[in-house]
């Protein structure tokens, strides 16, 4: 089974950097400040500026990925997700407009294992979210 440990972030940001360095011209990997694990279903992950260190970006990753029955789905998922965070770092890529998506098709056409899009279901990965208020 799949766990999000430092380890695995570490190793899936370090490739998330080489691929981007390898697809998008002039990229420049960006410095992570901070690293926080949650337990969020809202989303797989989220990057920013970090509001303490201007110069560094924070990023947020839910255990979400644990709940991937394949772990080599879980992990190939895992790793789309750290490059589509990393694109996020882009100028001109804090949104999921075209130039965010253009680059996720220079990473799909050189790299289609990992699938880097605009936004994933859960579903898609054999994730059934309980529903908490039921009617």
Known sequence: ?????????????TLAGNILLDTV?????????????????SYWANIGRDRESPNSFAIHISRTFEKIPDSIKAETRFHSCMIHEMIHTIPGCNNHGKKFKYICSLVNNKYPKYRVQ?????KDYGIIKENKNPK
């Open 1 to 13: 089974m799949f766990e999000v440990t430092p380890k695995n972030i570490e190793n899936a940001l």
């Open 25 to 41: 011209p002039n990229f420049t990997v960006p410095k992570i400040s901070r690293v926080k694990i949650t337990n969020a279903s």
């Open 118 to 122: 605009a936004s994933t279901s859960s």
